[in-house]
C-alpha cells in the first residue's frame, strides 16, 4: 500500500507541477495575443497617417498651383495700376480657392478613411 501511495503523491506532484506550466503557457500566449493585438492596431494607425499625410500633401500641391493660377490671372485681367491693387481687387477667388481647397480636404478625410477612422475608434 505503501508504495502506491507513493507512486500516488508522486504522480499528484507531477500532475500539479504540469498544470503550473500549462498555466504559465496559457499566460504567455494571452500577453502574446494582447501584443500582436497592439502591434495590429499601430499598424492601423500608421497607415491611415500615412494616407492622410499624402492627401494632405496632394491638397497643398493643388492649393499652391490654384493660388499661383489665380494670381496670375489676377495680374492679368485684373482692374488696378499694380499688383497689389489687382489682388486685393480680386480677393473674392483667392477665398473662393482657400474654400474649396478646405471643403475638398474634408470631403477626402470623411470619404475615404471611414472605415479606417471607425476601426481605430473601435480599437480604443
Known amino acids: 500500500m505503501e508504495g502506491k501511495s507513493e507512486v500516488i503523491e508522486a504522480l499528484k506532484e507531477q500532475l500539479k507541477r504540469k498544470s ?5 503557457l496559457v499566460s504567455t500566449v494571452k500577453e502574446k495575443d494582447e501584443r500582436i493585438q497592439d502591434l495590429e492596431n499601430m499598424q492601423i494607425r500608421r497607415r491611415v497617417n500615412r494616407v492622410k499625410l499624402l492627401w494632405s500633401i496632394i491638397l497643398i500641391i493643388i ?3 490654384l493660388e499661383g493660377t489665380a494670381l496670375y490671372l489676377s495680374n492679368k485681367y485684373g482692374s488696378g495700376n499694380n499688383l497689389f491693387q489687382k489682388i486685393t481687387s480680386s480677393w473674392v477667388i483667392f477665398c473662393f480657392i482657400q474654400g474649396l481647397i478646405f471643403l475638398i480636404w474634408r470631403w477626402i478625410i470623411r470619404k475615404l478613411y471611414k472605415k479606417n477612422i471607425e476601426k481605430i475608434k473601435t480599437l480604443e
Open 20 to 24: 503550473e506550466e500549462a498555466s504559465d
Open 63 to 65: 492649393f499652391i498651383l
